[in-house]
């Protein structure tokens, strides 16, 4: 089982992050192995916290209006080895290491394994392969 | 100079894309090349389109209030190499070849240059190194 780190942030950091008129904002999450982009979904202040001092991705869900810590239902956990906030503070970006099976609900690795165009070829972080 | 290519999404395909409140979807942008995530900004239906149509990332300003063709005036242009929709059609991924000095406009090659915790060490991709 991976191992969970904290990654100890400060308030100046922290103080950095805008969320928008929800109070969120939005959490890139990145394969730390593959650099394949896992998924993306939204944090708040507090989950923000949770995730850095837990070592574990930890959002708010929208659609149910609470914390949820990913992974703790599907076992998908994400283990957090580096964490960065852009130039704007207004987005977040989460490398990881994915537990389970993959990121995405439908039993994709990534969420993203869909590309535009019929014809692409996806490369291969993002193909379709089942876990 | 790199090569503009289009990518031939169809109806159907586009239709799968869902769109915030204010007609507007997050674009994660990632190096094709080094897989760094270099930015994220918003697309509503008609710049994906222009986007896809173009082979250059064409985003909505929502500070601008306008249409915002990446690179027209910093000359850090994205041409398109691989585009995505994620299973829940409400986040989009390009992969990029990224023309200029790098995707930030603070010159740094990603916006994401600044890892949580002071003494983190960032990787290679995002670290700080100016244009």
Redesign the interface.
């Known amino acids: 089982m991976p191992e969970a780190t904290p990654?100890?942030?400060?308030d100046a950091?922290?103080a950095l992050v805008t969320y928008d008129a929800n109070g969120l904002v939005?959490a890139?999450v990145?394969d730390a192995e593959t650099?394949?982009?896992l998924?993306?979904a939204w944090m708040n202040a507090e989950t923000l916290r949770m995730s850095?001092e837990q070592g574990r991705t930890v959002f708010w869900s929208r659609s149910r209006q609470e914390v949820w810590r990913k992974g703790d239902t599907s076992g998908d956990r994400q283990f957090i080895r580096?964490?960065?906030?852009?130039?704007?503070g207004d987005?977040l970006?989460f490398?990881v290491e994915q537990d389970g099976g993959g990121a995405?609900?439908?039993g994709?690795r990534s969420?993203?394994?869909?590309?535009?165009?019929?014809?692409?070829e996806?490369?291969p972080e993002?193909s379709t392969a089942a876990r």
């Open positions: 990654i100890a942030a400060n950091e922290l939005p890139i990145q650099r394949a982009v998924m993306m850095l580096e964490a960065y906030y852009d130039c704007d987005t970006l490398l995405c609900h439908t994709n969420c993203f394994y869909r590309p535009f165009g019929s014809e692409a996806p490369a993002y």
